[in-house]
């Protein structure tokens, strides 16, 4: 195991011996030496294991401070305690050395038990300091390892979820994660041009993973409905419209929370992505700001996806003529910076369109 290394830094070599005497019966340190500043710092960038520099301040070639200055910029006054040596009067140095972050600050002539004993506790002090940043960043990786496994996990669940829908009706297809995608271009154009509305990262990711959700209550529409190849009558529509809140039951009894951010995007999503700006979606006839912004978002990205998608009961319609019908209020209103953002993702929508 390699000793442990005490820098000893002073021009006159009385005070380096009476300071190295103090550890020659210690198995545990090693003292190396040297006569100035310039020495110092060869040693500090030479020697691994330091867990101790006792600096003189007055020297030749190189002085004291200039050993901190060097250290400061190096960021090692946090590694390695520094006790300052001074033969200078009480208050001419300290505020100085006090201010560079030094561990303790003693005075010419000193006591070698006084300097032995504030030493030791020094070294015991900045290593317990260490373990215990070692130990936190290794509790702290073990975490995210968790958090990481934990969120794959529930990721996996999820798609599997979204899948079962997918299932019922066979011209879905890559439907959920095609929205996923279109959801995550929505919200980066939207957090870079519409800063007000306050969006996070982790917000950001959230509703886009909630999104794959938003048709879940489809597993309590019957198939006669879901699977029709032609148009739905009154009264078949009002039965498909329920699906919104039939995904909202089946979230419910999966809350882990009710508190949990992306439980409330899931619900908000699967409760209002057929709400429209001027009141007239569905379930619950929200106008304007009242619509969830993470709905409003998911409900473009579901009417461009269904508009250039084949399905049993339509043709697709060709990207341009999709964007245009959203763009002009044919699928219902949207709000306008929703509106606004999509013209700015046209491009990465369009790109996406081609993988379909």
């Not at 004291?64 to 190096?74: A, C, I, N, P, S």
């Amino acid at each position: 195991m390699e000793k442990q290394r005490i820098l000893i830094v002073d021009d006159e070599e009385i005070n380096r011996l009476i300071l190295d005497g103090m550890f020659d019966d210690a198995d545990t340190y090693e003292t190396i030496e040297a006569s100035n500043g310039q020495e110092a710092i060869s040693h500090i960038e030479n020697n691994h294991g330091i867990v101790l520099i006792l600096l003189d301040i007055l020297m030749p070639v190189l002085d004291g401070f200039g050993v901190l200055e060097y250290m400061k910029e190096h960021g090692l006054l946090e590694e390695i305690p520094v006790i300052l040596i001074t033969s200078e009067t009480i208050g001419d140095s300290e505020e100085k050395a006090y201010s560079y972050g030094v561990a303790d600050v003693i005075h010419k002539p000193f006591y070698p038990n006084i300097v032995k004993k504030r030493s030791r506790n020094i070294i015991d002090l900045y290593q317990n300091k260490h373990n215990m940043a070692v130990r936190l960043k290794e509790q702290e990786e073990a975490l995210l390892a968790q958090q990481k496994e934990l969120n794959e996990n529930n990721e996996f669940m999820i798609d599997a979820l979204s899948s079962v829908v997918e299932s019922r009706s066979a011209e879905t297809g890559e439907h959920t994660k095609r929205i996923k995608n279109l959801t995550r271009i929505m919200l980066k154009y939207f957090v870079e041009n519409f800063p007000q509305y306050g969006l996070t990262d982790s917000q950001v990711d959230q509703i886009a993973r909630a999104s794959v959700l938003h048709d879940i209550g489809k597993i309590g529409i019957p198939d006669a409905v879901l699977s029709k190849p032609g148009r739905l009558t009154n009264e078949e529509f009002e039965i498909m419209k329920s699906h919104t809140t039939i995904g909202c039951d089946i979230l419910k009894k999966f809350y882990r929370s009710t508190t949990s951010e992306f439980d409330r995007y899931c619900y908000e999503i699967c409760r209002h992505h057929h709400e429209r700006w001027d009141g007239r979606g569905y379930p619950d006839r929200l106008s304007g700001d009242e619509i969830p912004i993470s709905a409003h978002i998911v409900a473009v990205a579901d009417v461009f996806d269904a508009l250039v998608s084949p399905r049993v009961y339509k043709s697709s319609f060709d990207k341009e003529t999709a964007f245009n019908m959203i763009i002009n209020g044919e699928c219902g209103q949207f709000s306008p910076d929703v509106l606004e953002c999509m013209r700015l993702a046209k491009e990465d929508f369009f790109n996406v369109c081609g993988s379909y």
